[in-house]
């Protein structure tokens, strides 16, 4: 953590000698915390999610919390309209293609067509509420690394590879930004039009979707599974 000028010593110091004893702290900090950057690439990370980490990532999404609602409320309704598609065509099949009813088949078709216009739109307002939110919290991601580094003494760039600072400031941050912004909106999606599709499938057959529930826990223990060998082998690489 960054000292405080209120606790600072040199507080009544003039401002060239404030910046001297700074940098003199600085060094004597990186000088006692060692090589920072090529110790972290040593870690290996014991649990995959932790939720320090995740509350102070939160911080970043806060700015944008708006068009994070605004994304997961087309995620809904995009999930909620494409699990009605397939609904509506088992409907006009059952109920109306095979009674020759031309007065309720034309009534399905006019709640698909709107129904599809709704799931367009919403997909819309999902990619444009997820890029907007994206690039904000990219954006304050950058910033704030670019003002840590500037505060930072050329010590540092000494002890460390040029290679390694770009990868933090650049990858890094984009494979942040990404997870923060459109990843966790897609997996709560799916999340939820999984749910929906189930509901779904106990509404239209129950005996038909017991009967394919019954692979979901062979899939659930090949998860966890595969999750841990592939986790291992990540972090070994």
């Given amino acids: 953590p960054r000292r405080r000028a209120t606790s600072c010593p040199t507080q009544d110091l003039p401002v060239a000698e404030k910046e001297h004893a700074y940098q003199t702290v600085d060094e004597d900090l990186e000088s006692h915390s060692g090589d920072h950057l090529s110790r972290s690439d040593e870690i290996e990370f014991g649990k995959p999610y932790d939720s320090h980490v995740i509350s102070r990532l939160a911080r970043y999404v806060a700015p944008h919390k708006w068009k994070v609602v605004m994304a997961t ?20 099949i059952n109920n109306y293609i095979t009674n020759r ?9 006019v709640l698909f067509v709107l129904n599809s216009g709704i ?18 919290i990219v954006l304050g991601l950058r910033t704030q ?9 050329i010590k540092f760039f000494d002890r460390n590879e040029s290679g390694r600072i770009m990868s933090r400031v ?13 990843n966790i909106l897609s997996v709560s ?9 189930l509901i779904a499938m106990v509404l239209l057959d129950l005996r038909l979707a017991l009967f394919t529930f019954t692979v979901l826990p062979l899939l659930l223990m090949f998860v966890v599974f595969w999750q841990k060998r592939v986790r291992a082998s990540f972090i070994k690489v």
């Fill in 101 to 109: 009813n031309l007065d309720g088949l034309n009534l399905i078709m």
């Fill in 73 to 92: 409320a087309a995620t809904t309704v995009f999930t909620l309209t494409g699990v009605a598609t397939p609904f509506l065509v088992g409907l006009a």
């Fill in 170 to 182: 650049q990858n890094d941050v984009e494979a942040l930004g990404d997870f923060l912004s459109s």
């Fill in 189 to 197: 999606g799916d999340i939820f039009g999984l749910v929906a599709i």
């Fill in 119 to 136: 799931n367009w739109m919403a997909h819309y307002a999902q990619l444009i509420a997820e890029a907007r939110a994206g690039q904000g």
């Fill in 145 to 153: 690394v670019f003002d840590h580094l500037q505060r930072l003494s």
